[in-house]
């Protein structure tokens, strides 16, 4: 399966955002999707996952409240909608497919390129 982000972008703190992911190639609705994020000099990190029919959705602590992960399994997209962003969520977005769910990066066996999101203070 081949991933696409986009939707990033700069913006002030508490404002949104929505992320899109948008799949082609193997059938989308197999696979489970997570969205993971890189800032500079830091690891990538976990920051939400869902199930493939969305019974399932996990949330790092940090996000939980603010940010909701998505899937429109007719369009082959799945989305994160951030709201109340902080300056400490600025980083490059990446979503994720495996057939496994698992918030474990190492785990996911196939990434879109990323999408940069710059929150100011």
């Known amino acids: 399966v081949q991933l696409q982000a986009s939707g990033g972008g700069l913006v002030q703190a508490g404002g949104s955002l929505r992320l899109s992911c948008a799949a082609s190639?193997?059938?989308?609705?197999?696979?489970?999707m997570g969205w993971f994020r890189q800032a500079p000099g830091t690891e990538r990190e976990f920051v939400a996952a869902i199930s493939r029919n969305s019974g399932n959705t996990y949330y790092t602590s940090s996000v939980k409240g603010r940010f909701t992960i998505s899937r429109d399994n007719a369009k082959n997209t799945v989305y994160l909608q951030m709201n109340s962003l902080k300056p400490e969520d600025t980083a490059v977005y990446y979503c994720?497919?495996?057939?496994?769910?698992?918030?474990?990066?190492?785990?996911?066996?196939?990434w879109g390129q990323g999408t940069l999101v710059t929150v100011s203070s």
């Open positions: 190639g193997r059938t989308f609705s197999s696979y489970n």
């Open positions: 994720a497919a495996d057939m496994v769910l698992t918030t474990s990066p190492r785990a996911y066996d196939y």
